[in-house]
């Protein structure tokens, strides 16, 4: 028996019990920042945290030389976007930034996907799926 | 300028500010002995008047170089460190102020013996009848024939008023102290160094300056330094020397295993507008030492001549950092703008232009190798002010003896020698070598002291988290750290192994010195 569809709207009672929200974690190239936005705005999802973080994954510092003495930068800038989608668009909001902050170079970043346990609006006490 | 010329400048006045008939004489009467004494009484007046404004203003130029060393300084070093950088600047001035008027001047321009001045030692209370050049100052101010009577007598060619005279001592005795704060930035205690600069200023300074400027020894055996390359710089140098010796280095500038870690500066707007204002600072700090505007040229040619140094000591550190660097470091090319005006300092009023040129471009290579090599021997400078003053304080100082020019030195410095330019550069040496055992010793005595009693340093964790907390318990830059700022030079790039696994909060590579409490 396939499991129910999350229900995606809505319901009298509200939230959080049957869904599951989830948290995405992305970490991408800085000046990717605008078109990973804008891809997610496209499709409805509008909200999103965003830090400025430094990091390195399989790509390698630069050199850099300060009155001659040399060093090695390894952690680069990065930004990381952090948003709380309902369950049914976890995939979707993944493959956008996937497509949006790729590079196809070394330090294009990392998805990240967890689960949130509750979630509520501070302006109006809404929980669960309302609330993001 | 001529006597003859002012002469006639003085009967040009009186033929043409007086009409004919203008006393009720004819046109043909010729002005009585009266109003020709009335007339050079004036011109004496107005010359005086404008010699003074013209050594007024260059030591309110000077004055603003201390805003310069503020910027730079605090613009090479970081952020954490900002507001303790700029305190050290600002008050060492102050105590420049004070320590110059109570003692230093006396020490340094009163009459007494080849060593230091013994008269009117406090506060400028010896007897002065400035300005009184006597006969012998003829071609500075034909107009004044008073006879100096006073105890100021080695700055008694000045044709200006004794306060004039000190006022422009003083901001050069202010620029030879805050050359030694930025050698010992970010990690000196900020009481030591207050210390530490009233006594620079009220006892060593003055001594050698007296050697020097104050009818001293040195003076007397012929040895020149027109602005101050080793008075001012040579000296500040020396002092910095020895401060950083005592002090050892910042926490994490030397690895374990011999590698340097650079600790960038926080802010290169900061550092070249810094330069820029010391580049205008030295406008008044060179030609103002003639400390009297004379008949212009004199200034004019000083003028050149420091900024042309200045200029190819910029290129000469540009193309020196792009060969040896692979890169135009933009902080080289600063400390090489410095390194030519500092060279160009003594012999400026020695030498031609073309010359000029050259010192200041053999400065701007020095500055670079220097900056290398005392990274190389781990002794730590910050800012390069080592490298800067004192190398280049001694470079200049010895190209007076290797590019003098007895045409020039009577004309511009009227200050011949009349010795070769072998025999001058081996007076110059002599002079190098006994300001330097001087001040280095002294200083090092002072420093060690000051250690023993009250601790030089700043602890440890002081250190990482920024003298600006620990000394004056307040930010540069509130709600605005960079990260990299709390941890050592070394934790955000590769790290020598000593520093790996240790807490941010930890010590890291080991000083020359364990850091004080």
Same mark, same amino acid.
């Given at each position: 028996m396939a499991p129910p569809e999350p229900a995606l709207n809505n319901d009298a009672e509200g939230g959080a019990r049957n869904e599951r929200m989830k948290k995405i974690e992305a970490i991408v190239k800085p000046f990717k920042l605008e078109e990973v936005r804008d891809a997610l705005g496209e499709v409805g999802i509008n909200g999103m945290t965003v830090t400025e973080v430094k990091g390195f994954g399989r790509q390698r510092g630069h050199t850099e030389i300060y009155r001659g003495s040399e060093y090695t930068v390894d952690f680069l800038p990065k930004v990381k976007v952090e948003l709380v989608v309902s369950d049914g668009r976890v995939d979707d909001a993944v493959n956008i930034i996937v497509r949006s902050a790729r590079t196809g170079k070394i330090g294009d970043g990392k998805v990240f996907v967890s689960t949130i346990e509750e979630a509520v609006r501070i302006r109006t006490d809404e929980k669960g799926e309302l609330a993001v | 300028?001529?006597?003859?010329?002012?002469?006639?400048?003085?009967?040009?006045?009186?033929?043409?500010?007086?009409?004919?008939?203008?006393?009720?004489?004819?046109?043909?009467?010729?002005?009585?002995?009266?109003?020709?004494k009335s007339i050079l009484e004036g011109g004496s007046s107005l010359r005086i008047g404008l010699d003074t404004v013209w050594v007024l203003v260059a030591a309110m130029l000077v004055f603003w170089m201390n805003a310069g060393f503020a910027l730079v300084e605090s613009g090479l070093c970081r952020a954490k460190n900002t507001v303790n950088i700029l305190a050290k600047n600002f008050i060492v001035f102050a105590i420049a102020?004070?320590?110059?008027?109570?003692?230093?001047?006396?020490?340094?321009?009163?009459?007494?013996?080849?060593?230091?001045g013994t008269q009117g030692l406090w506060f400028l209370s010896g007897a002065d009848n400035s300005p009184a050049l006597g006969k012998d100052y003829m071609s500075l101010n034909p107009f004044s024939t008073t006879e100096y009577e006073g105890v100021y007598s080695a700055i008694n060619w000045t044709p200006v008023p004794l306060w004039a005279k000190f006022f422009f001592q003083l901001v050069f005795a202010g620029t030879a102290a805050t050359i030694v704060s930025g050698a010992?930035?970010?990690?000196?205690?900020?009481? *030591?160094?207050?210390?530490?600069? #009233?006594?620079?200023?009220? $006892?060593?300074?003055?001594?050698? %300056?007296?050697?020097?400027?104050? /009818?001293?020894?040195?003076? *007397?055996?012929?040895?020149?330094? #027109?602005?101050?390359?080793? $008075?001012?710089?040579?000296?500040? %140098?020396?002092?910095?020397?020895? /401060?950083?010796?005592?002090?050892?280095?910042?926490?994490?500038? #030397?690895?374990?295993?011999?590698?340097?870690?650079p600790i960038p500066g926080h802010n290169m707007t900061s550092a070249s507008l810094g330069v820029l204002v010391l580049w205008l600072g030295w406008f008044g700090f060179n030609p103002g030492s003639t400390m009297s505007a004379g008949n212009g040229s004199a200034i004019a040619h000083i003028i050149v001549n420091t900024n042309v140094a200045a200029a190819t000591g910029a290129l000469g550190a540009m193309a020196t950092a792009w060969l040896l660097l692979k890169k135009p470091d933009l902080s080289m090319i600063l400390n090489g703008c410095l390194a030519g005006l500092v060279a160009v300092t003594a012999p400026c009023a020695f030498i031609s232009v073309g010359n000029g040129a050259l010192v200041g471009l053999v400065g701007g290579v020095l500055v670079v190798l220097a900056v290398i090599f005392f990274d190389r021997i781990k002794v730590d400078d910050p800012v390069?002010?080592?490298?800067?003053?004192?190398?280049?304080?001694i470079w200049g100082t010895l190209a007076l003896g290797l590019f003098y020019d007895a045409q020039i030195a009577t004309d511009v410095a009227g200050l011949a020698t009349k010795l070769t330019r072998w025999e001058q550069f081996l007076v110059q040496l002599k002079g190098v070598f006994w300001v330097g055992l001087f001040t280095f010793g002294v200083s090092l005595l002072v420093w060690y002291g000051l250690k023993v009693l009250a601790g030089i340093r700043v602890s440890a964790e002081e250190e990482v988290e920024g003298l600006d907390i620990g000394e004056h318990g307040m930010e540069a830059y509130p709600n605005f750290q960079p990260l990299s700022d709390r941890r050592f030079a070394g934790a955000l790039v590769h790290p020598?192994?000593?520093?790996?696994?240790?807490?941010?909060?930890?010590?890291?590579?080991?000083?020359?010195?364990?850091?004080?409490?």
């Open positions: - | 300028m001529k006597k003859s010329t002012l002469t006639g400048l003085a009967f040009a006045l009186a033929t043409t500010l007086l009409p004919a008939g203008a006393f009720g004489a004819d046109a043909a009467a010729p002005a009585t002995a009266e109003q020709m102020t004070i320590s110059f008027w109570a003692l230093g001047w006396g020490m340094m321009f009163g009459d007494g013996n080849g060593f230091m010992v930035a970010e990690r000196i205690k900020f009481s *030591s160094f207050i210390v530490f600069s #009233f006594i620079l200023v009220a $006892v060593m300074y003055p001594i050698t %300056g007296h050697w020097i400027w104050g /009818g001293g020894f040195l003076w *007397s055996g012929n040895f020149r330094d #027109f602005a101050g390359s080793t $008075v001012v710089h040579s000296v500040g %140098g020396w002092a910095a020397l020895a /401060g950083v010796l005592v002090l050892g280095p910042r926490l994490g500038k #030397f690895g374990k295993d011999g590698k340097v870690h390069g002010a080592l490298s800067v003053h004192l190398v280049n304080g020598a192994p000593a520093l790996e696994g240790q807490v941010s909060a930890g010590v890291g590579a080991v000083p020359r010195q364990a850091p004080q409490p």
